[in-house]
C-alpha cells in the first residue's frame, strides 16, 4: 500500500552509478574530519589524532556537481576533495577486516565548508551544523561500483580551481584508511545501506568565490565538476 502523507513527499535523495541507469539511494553523511596529515597540520592539529567525525543532510547533495550557488553567511567557503565510500550492506561493531564487504562502491566528493562559521562553532564549543551541514554542501561525483574498482588503497586525488592544481595528493596518505573508519564508526552507530561516508581532505583547502571552476578528481573514480554562482 502506498503511504499516504499530509504534505506531498519528495523523491529520496541519490546519486547515479556509473554504467548503469539505476541510482543508489542515500541515507545519512558520515563525514571524517582531519585524516590527511598535511591537512591536519594546516588546520593546526600534530598529526596524531583519534579519528572523529560529523554529518550532513543527505539532502545537501549535489548529484553529479554542476553549478552551486555560493551559500549565505559566509566569508570564507572552502572546498575539501574527498574519496566518498558508499555503504551497501549495514553492520554494527564492523571489523577493520570485514569492513571492505560492506562497501558498495566509490565516488569523488567535495566536503563543502563554510570555515567562518564552523570556526564560530570550535572557538564557543557549539556543533559544526552551520559550517558543514548547509545547502547545496555536498556536490558528489556518480558512484563506481566496487565489482569495477575494487577497493582502492592507492591512487591520486586532486583539485583544480580555474584549471590550478589547489589539491594534489594521494588516498594512501590518509591517516584512518576506509576499513578503520568503518570499525570507528561502528562502534558508535549501526551503519545503515545507503549511507555514505566523506573519508577526509589533503591539505590545500582554501576559499572559493562566485565564478570560480573547480574540478575535483580521483585515479580510477572519475572527476567531479562544479561551478561556483553568484550569491542569491
Ligand atoms: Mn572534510
Known amino acids: 500500500m502506498k503511504m499516504e502523507y499530509v504534505i506531498s513527499s519528495w523523491d529520496i535523495p541519490s546519486l547515479p552509478i556509473v554504467g548503469s541507469n539505476a541510482r543508489f539511494p542515500v541515507r545519512r553523511i558520515f563525514?571524517?574530519?582531519?585524516?590527511?596529515?598535511?591537512?591536519?597540520?594546516?588546520?593546526?592539529?600534530?598529526?596524531?589524532?583519534?579519528?572523529?567525525f560529523f554529518t550532513k543532510s543527505s539532502h545537501d547533495l549535489v548529484p553529479e556537481g554542476g553549478a552551486v550557488r555560493f551559500p549565505p553567511m559566509t566569508a570564507?567557503?572552502?572546498w575539501e576533495t574527498e574519496m566518498v565510500a558508499v555503504v551497501g550492506t549495514?553492520?554494527?561493531?564492523?571489523?577493520?577486516?570485514?569492513?571492505?564487504?560492506?562497501?558498495?562502491?566509490?565516488?569523488?566528493?567535495?566536503d563543502m565548508t563554510r570555515r567562518d562559521l564552523q570556526q564560530v562553532g570550535k572557538d564557543k564549543g557549539r556543533p559544526w551544523t552551520f559550517g558543514k551541514d548547509f545547502d547545496q554542501a555536498a556536490p558528489v561525483g556518480p558512484i563506481t561500483p566496487a565489482s569495477k574498482s575494487g577497493h582502492p588503497k592507492k591512487g591520486k586525488l586532486w583539485l583544480k580551481v580555474n584549471g590550478e592544481f589547489r589539491q594534489n595528493s594521494d588516498i594512501d596518505q590518509m591517516i584512518w584508511n576506509?576499513?578503520?573508519?568503518?570499525?570507528?564508526?561502528?562502534?558508535?552507530y549501526t551503519?545503515?545501506?545507503?549511507?555514505?561516508?566523506?573519508?577526509?581532505?589533503?591539505?590545500?583547502?582554501?576559499?572559493?568565490?562566485?565564478?570560480?571552476?573547480?574540478?575535483?578528481?580521483?585515479?580510477?573514480?572519475?572527476?567531479?565538476?562544479?561551478?561556483?554562482?553568484?550569491?542569491?
Request: aromatic share 8%.
Open 31 to 52: 563525514c571524517v574530519g582531519r585524516n590527511y596529515v598535511e591537512h591536519q597540520k594546516e588546520m593546526g592539529g600534530d598529526g596524531r589524532e583519534q579519528p572523529f
Open 76 to 78: 570564507n567557503y572552502h
Open 90 to 110: 549495514g553492520g554494527y561493531k564492523i571489523p577493520a577486516a570485514k569492513a571492505n564487504e560492506h562497501i558498495w562502491g566509490y565516488a569523488v566528493g567535495l
Open 178 to 188: 576506509v576499513p578503520e573508519q568503518i570499525a570507528f564508526l561502528t562502534q558508535y
Open 191 to 232: 551503519l545503515e545501506a545507503g549511507d555514505l561516508i566523506m573519508t577526509g581532505t589533503p591539505a590545500g583547502v582554501g576559499a572559493a568565490k562566485p565564478g570560480d571552476e573547480l574540478l575535483a578528481g580521483i585515479e580510477g573514480l572519475g572527476e567531479l565538476r562544479v561551478k561556483i554562482l553568484p550569491p542569491r
